[in-house]
């Protein structure tokens, strides 16, 4: 780890201990420099309202210049949160992991603006793609998540970093998984 990035880290880890996190967000544990965990919940009214989910952060030599590699804890018993943004694995194609990442950022505004993400999520609903994807290819009922999940899967690397995310709005999402369009469902 590099001297700049353990100071970072060593001052963020001061903060957090000493001011304590916003709500609905609580450190679970940073024994060291090279990965952190935390817990996300929507606070009031959300679809996502008494859900818990755990975050992972993984530091490189190049934080705070460079993002951290950040994704939901997928495990037995704990899911990742079902939303456009967010693929079954964890991993989690947000502008700010990747190409607008910047330097002023910290753990914290990460977590806060995730947890806003879901916030600003309105409902769990199928997506028209997976009612698709249902009829065509499979009988798995699945709830929304971003149109390439079952591909973006099955060739994921462990390290979201190195995942290069095409970062589009809502309306491209949409768009992009038209019943009209079926050859967006296909490999």
């Known amino acids: 780890m590099s001297v700049i990035a353990t100071k970072r880290l060593a001052k963020e880890l001061n903060e957090i201990k000493s001011d304590g996190c916003p709500v609905g967000i609580n450190l679970l544990k940073a024994d060291d420099f090279a990965t952190w965990w935390f817990t996300i919940e929507v606070m009031g009214e959300s679809v996502y309202q008494s859900e818990v989910y755990t975050l992972q952060f993984r530091f490189d ?12 804890v997928v495990t037995e018993g704990r899911a990742a949160p079902v ?21 002023v950022l910290s753990v914290v505004a ?44 099955r060739h994921a690397p462990d390290n979201p970093k190195k995942t ?16 009209l369009n079926p050859s967006a469902i296909l490999d």
């Not at 939303?83 to 330097?103: F, K, M, Q, R, T």
């Not at 947890?115 to 249902?134: F, G, R, V």
């Not at 095409?166 to 999402?173: I, V």
Request: aromatic residues 10%; glycine residues 4%; negative net charge.
């Open 61 to 72: 030599s190049g934080y705070p210049i460079s993002a951290p590699a950040v994704q939901f």
């Open 83 to 103: 939303h456009p943004h967010v693929y079954s694995n964890g991993h989690i194609c947000a502008s700010i992991l990747g190409s607008e990442w910047s330097p």
């Open 110 to 153: 990460v977590c806060i603006t995730l947890q806003s993400m879901l916030a600003s999520c309105k409902k769990k609903e199928l997506c028209e793609y997976h009612i698709l994807s249902i009829l065509l290819l499979s009988s798995d009922l699945m709830l929304c998540s971003p149109v390439d999940n079952a591909r973006y899967i």
């Open 164 to 179: 290069q995310f095409e970062y589009h709005g809502a309306q491209a999402f949409f768009d992009s998984v038209h019943p």
